[in-house]
């Protein structure tokens, strides 16, 4: 089972969190802040598996984790699940999200946070692979956008913002 | 066209966080983020109703607040106002706030279930999707019961679009995760195992997933599951990648769905079926064959992707243990990958190997990669690698290689990470201790791990090494003269002070002929070490001290003179300020004799588990262990089992503190350091000793219960403790993944007292908590039981104690029931447990001299009075623990009386209220045979037979 998916930039800042345990705020910041501390420690080049942290389960868990450029995608995950199965998730998920945005960025995942948790909702659900077809998401994706689409534009135009 | 189309956010949203963006400190972001919430809860409560559009503004930018870490206490409410809205967009943000914000206990769980209710029914998938992937991702109790029974139809509906039915398998697979309790098991399993031959192969791994966990938990059910996954496995590996078409990841064939099928397969045994066998085999050998063809891209997703499924071939290869030939393949596998230039395969396969190592077929070919391992260990840059490397060398240990082995960890050891010295520690000693052919390198490797690692030696691997010095005197010089070396380097770490001072305080008589290690030498070097030692270890040397006026009375003198100085007779610590005075005392008082006896040197302790081993185990878990039997159990392991098993890994050590300090009173002399037929009373030192290493009942206990938490599996079945107290009174009795039940009990006569310990092993409080002790009719007339109150709440991982006073009225045969009662969650368990109590626990041992015994043993001749029984051995048969198993039984042992040695002779009373039953017995052991011969001879017919029963199932 995945415990949790965390995106952090080199800096530590978290992009998105998603938990499918639940813990109190505070252990969650803690659990990201515990991540970064170990992963950003790494050089490149060693393997991409890392025995868990302290907070997040103990000797059971793993992370596994691809380092883009600025961001950090980790996702923490118990002995159930394959290794290279993960990594290869990661890097659909990130195929994915850089077709959606098109060459995909740190700022697309900050203003658009609410998309980038559709995206992965349709990847992984209550910690389980729902779906690694790309081609798959991306349909529904669109699907989403479409009715999202159709609705913005009935009351768009009637309103100032801020 | 991008999927996203960037212009048409919320302008407001994207205002705010450039705001953020632009903070240059933190006060800053902080003002701006209360001021804005400031906004958002003015806006909610404000007169004016919010369109949907503002609200789904608003509830973004809180979700942006609470990612940097700021708690967000409002907004639920407009959230699940959200969720009724017909609008998707809305309706969609909505769940998103509820599935990142909300808790599971949250009392607004009833309203989010109403409008997951209806999305459910709205039959519009959409909506369907957003409702199930909010159950799966809060999965709270309440969500379970209002929804467990309506998902298992949604998902085998036949009507239900694909999409749906990947969400509800997962959804499913959460609530039974969460409340395993609430999905109901029926007819909906037989076609859920159906779905593994669907058309769409998202539906497959969903389906997969969620057969797998549900296997784990009732395989029986779900045994048609094999077949299916087997041939759905073999037209995906025999397949053309382009048959499968998007499924298809980097030129491989559904890597994921393979991977969660051979999981699948993990949870059974190798296929009875031959054709099905052989049909697996070869979708395996076809797996490990494609692994040697060139690859067909150069790009690293294609090896992940065809490595995966190789790695989990291997896991189910080594799972099944079965094919030689294949077993040697997989080795032959990971070999390769044990040099490739990836660090990922690197450490896989490291990984993989450790599994491998502990099976008989391919033990002996891990072995030969032992020069690859070490040089990893010696080379890896990655402290992750170097771990895996360590786990390996650890497990593919075997007599040929320990020698290597360990030299090569303790080497390592200088330079390990912090992280992992502890446990490279625990595994050097216990190689040291399994393999040690001569004690001298197993006393040699210790002290070697106490100077290069001395603060990650913990309390149990020094004890260890004295309790193993204690029992063989072969070493015991060597010893001696081994830590007088080392303590002479300037600086050595106080464990090396503890370990020397008890060492030389036993034995230093033994190098004390050299003049180079006289009294007076050794003495003086570790009293130079005093002053540098934390007060345990100074109470320890205090203890060493007086053992030398034993040893070497020509220091007397000298050591009076320490313990006189004020330093010590007035020192602020009361342990020590004790010792020195007694010791003092006892130095000028008695005569030599006396001192001979008091300060006579430790017994051996009896032969037991490592402590170190249960250490290491609590340690790593149970599934990193190699050479354990169950290495292989967590293989599909989920969150509640390893959950579970760290809860039972504080439980049984929190239950043992309880007991042993409750089994204190029992003097048990001989593992203290001084006996305790002086008059001292028993010190800190001596006791750390006694928790690790108490003989008598205390040590059957501690065995017992490092035993059962280490085994790690919870004992459903209330019986299989239940022999094991005939012959001893404390222990547990009862362990399931909520509750550990243990008992310490004590009888007098015909009477009994009774300590039941309940612990709540989960983190949640048991309520209505309550229990009551039932007997048969029969039984009634012959036993009380009076239970006192017990507590109605049980907090998460907390014990409480119970009394149950026993009268034994007359001999029984029966056993009372011990029930329990208790609200966990919201549903009520019941568990029964048979209580020891037999007719043995009444015994009053009686010694008697050759002559009587006999004449008793005549005047009992009737043939009624007597019992025989002859059995097979069902345990090893050894003298002492039979003869440890009669004096738990309840009898005197009468050494003398049988003509025979080897024979046991034991006499007692059974008190009951009514009457007293005098009994004899006598067991016949013939080793060659395997078999004892059993006989009782007692006034009353009913209880030489209750007593041959009971006695005869102990060996």
Redesign the interface.
């Known amino acids: ?1 995945i ?1 949790a998916i965390l995106i952090f930039n080199n800096h530590g800042k ?5 938990f ?3 813990y109190n ?1 505070d252990t969650e ?1 803690q659990i ?1 802040r515990e991540t970064f501390h170990l992963v950003s420690k ?2 490149e ?7 868990g942290g302290l907070l997040i ?5 793993k992370l596994i984790y691809r380092h883009y450029a600025t961001l950090y995608f980790v996702f923490c995950v ?3 699940e ?4 993960i ?3 990661i ?2 998920f990130v195929e994915t999200l850089d ?4 060459n995909v960025c740190e700022l ?1 995942l ?6 980038v ?2 995206i992965l ?1 349709e990847m992984v ?12 998401i ?1 349909t ?6 479409k ?3 159709s ?2 534009f009935i ?2 135009s009637t ?1 100032q ?2 | 066209m991008p999927a996203v189309s960037k212009g048409d956010g919320m302008r407001g949203l994207a205002v705010f966080i450039s705001d953020i963006r632009n903070c240059k400190s933190k006060e800053a972001e902080v003002k701006r983020i209360n001021k804005e919430l400031a906004n958002i809860r003015s806006k909610f409560k404000g007169d004016k109703a919010l369109d949907g559009y503002s609200k789904k503004k608003y509830v973004c930018k809180l979700l942006f607040i609470f990612l940097l870490g700021h708690d967000i206490d409002f907004g639920h409410m407009e959230a699940v106002n959200l969720l009724s809205s017909n609008k998707y967009t809305e309706k969609q943000i909505g769940y998103l706030f509820i599935s990142v914000l909300v808790n599971s206990n949250s009392e607004l769980i009833r309203l989010i279930n109403n409008a997951i209710k209806n999305d459910l029914a709205s039959r519009n998938p959409t909506f369907m999707n957003l409702a199930l992937h909010c159950i799966a991702n809060v999965g709270s109790r309440e969500m379970a019961e209002a929804f467990a029974s309506d998902i298992p139809r949604i998902l085998v509906a036949g009507d239900t679009m694909d999409s749906v039915k990947q969400s509800a398998a997962l959804c499913l697979l959460r609530l039974n995760r969460t409340s395993p309790d609430l999905v109901p098991m029926g007819e909906w399993t037989a076609r859920v195992v159906h779905l593994l031959n669907d058309q769409h192969l998202g539906v497959v791994t969903a389906a997969t997933s969620l057969i797998t966990t549900l296997a784990q938990k009732s395989p029986d059910d779900f045994k048609t599951s094999v077949s299916l996954a087997v041939a759905r496995l073999s037209r995906i590996v025999t397949s053309a990648s382009i048959d499968l078409q998007d499924y298809t990841y980097y030129f491989v064939a559904a890597p994921w769905l393979s991977v969660k099928l051979l999981r699948l397969l993990q949870c059974y045994p190798p296929p009875e079926d031959a054709s099905l066998r052989s049909r697996l085999t070869e979708c395996l050998e076809t797996i490990l064959n494609k692994a040697q063809e060139p690859p067909k891209s150069k790009k690293v997703q294609h090896s992940n992707a065809k490595n995966a499924v190789l790695f989990e071939a291997i896991a189910l290869i080594i799972h099944h243990d079965s094919e030689p030939n294949l077993l040697v393949r997989a080795c032959n596998q990971l070999g390769q990958f044990l040099q490739h230039r990836e660090t990922n395969l690197r450490y896989l396969a490291l990984e993989s190997m450790c599994t491998l190592a502990s099976s008989e077929f391919s033990h002996e070919a891990v072995k030969t990669h032992i020069e690859t391992v070490i040089s990893a260990l010696k080379t890896e840059r990655d402290v992750s690698v170097r771990q895996r490397a360590v786990d390996l060398l650890y497990a593919m240990c075997d007599r040929s290689n320990s020698k290597q082995i360990v030299a090569e960890m303790l080497s390592y050891l200088e330079t390990a990470d912090y992280s992992i010295r502890e446990e490279i520690v625990l595994k050097v000693a216990i190689l040291a201790e399994k393999y040690a052919v001569d004690y001298t390198w197993y006393v040699d490797t210790i002290l070697n791990l106490i100077r290069i690692a001395g603060d990650y030696v913990s309390e149990e691997v020094w004890y260890r090494v004295i309790q193993i010095v204690i029992n063989r005197d072969d070493v015991q010089g060597y010893a001696a003269k081994t830590v007088f070396e080392a303590l002479q380097a300037p600086a050595c770490h106080e464990n090396l002070v503890k370990v020397g001072g008890y060492i030389l305080g036993e034995f230093g008589n033994l190098i004390a002929g050299d003049p180079r290690s006289s009294p007076l030498v050794q003495f003086n070097l570790l009293h130079s070490k005093f002053h540098l030692c934390s007060v345990p270890t100074r109470a320890l040397l205090l203890s060493a001290y007086i053992k030398f006026i034993n040893l070497f009375p020509e220091v007397k003198g000298t050591i009076q003179d320490v313990l006189r100085s004020d330093s010590q007779l007035r020192n602020a610590d009361v342990e020590l300020q004790q010792r020195a005075v007694e010791y003092l005392r006892l130095s000028c008082i008695a005569s030599t004799d006396i001192l001979a006896t008091v300060l006579e040197e430790m017994p051996p302790f009896p032969e037991r588990e490592s402590s170190i081993l249960a250490k290491l185990k609590k340690k790593k878990g149970s599934s990193k262990l190699p050479d354990m039997d169950d290495s292989r159990k967590n293989v599909n392991g989920n969150t509640e089992h390893a959950e579970d098993a760290e809860v039972a890994s504080k439980t049984p050590q929190f239950l043992l503190e309880e007991l042993i300090s409750t089994d204190r009173p029992h003097p048990s002399s001989s593992a203290t350091m001084l006996p305790t037929r002086t008059m001292v009373p028993s010190h800190t030192f001596t006791d750390n000793l006694n928790v690790n290493s108490a003989p008598s009942s205390g040590a059957s206990l501690l065995v017992d219960v490092f035993s059962d938490f280490s085994s790690a599996a919870p004992t459903e079945s209330s019986d299989e403790h239940f022999p094991r107290f005939v012959c001893k009174n404390n222990g547990v009795i009862y362990e399931n993944q909520l509750l550990q039940i243990g008992l310490k009990s004590e009888y007098r006569q015909n009477l009994g007292r009774m300590y039941v310990f309940y612990g709540n092993k989960t983190s949640t409080q048991f309520q209505s908590f309550s229990t009551s002790v039932s007997s048969n009719d029969v039984l009634c007339s012959q036993l009380n039981v009076q239970e006192k109150p017990v507590d109605p709440l049980i907090e998460a991982g907390a014990q409480v104690q119970q009394i149950l006073n026993i009268e034994c009225v007359s001999d029984f045969s029966d056993t009372p029931v011990l029930n329990i009662q208790f609200r966990y969650g919201g549903t009520l368990q019941n568990i029964a447990v048979k209580l020891p109590v037999m007719l043995n626990k009444f015994f009053q041992p009686t010694e008697m001299m050759s002559q009587d015994f006999f004449q008793r043993w005549k005047q009992l001749g009737a043939p009624q009075q007597e019992v025989q029984k002859i059995f097979k051995a069902k345990n090893q048969m050894d003298t002492d623990v039979t003869k440890a198993k009669l004096l738990g039984f309840g009898v005197a042992l009468l050494d003398g009386v049988d003509p025979n040695p080897a024979n046991f002779v034991g006499a007692g009373i059974i008190h009951t209220k009514t009457t007293q039953v005098g009994c004899l017995l006598r067991l016949e052991p013939n080793a060659q045979a395997q078999m004892y011969r059993l006989t009782l001879r007692t006034s009353k017919e009913s209880v030489s037979q209750r007593l041959c029963e009971l006695l005869s199932e102990q060996f």
């Open positions: 089972m415990k978290p992009r998105l969190s998603k499918y345990e639940h705020e910041q990201i790494r050089d080049n060693v393997c991409n598996f890392l025995e389960g103990g000797s059971d868990y118990d002995s159930s394959s290794e290279l199965g990594l290869d998730l890097q659909v077709k959606c945005f098109e697309d900050i203003f658009h946070v609410d998309k948790h559709h909702a659900m209550g910690g389980m692979v729902l779906e690694t077809n790309m081609n798959e991306i529904q994706v669109d699907a989403q956008n009715m999202e689409k609705e913005t009351f768009q309103r913002d801020r």
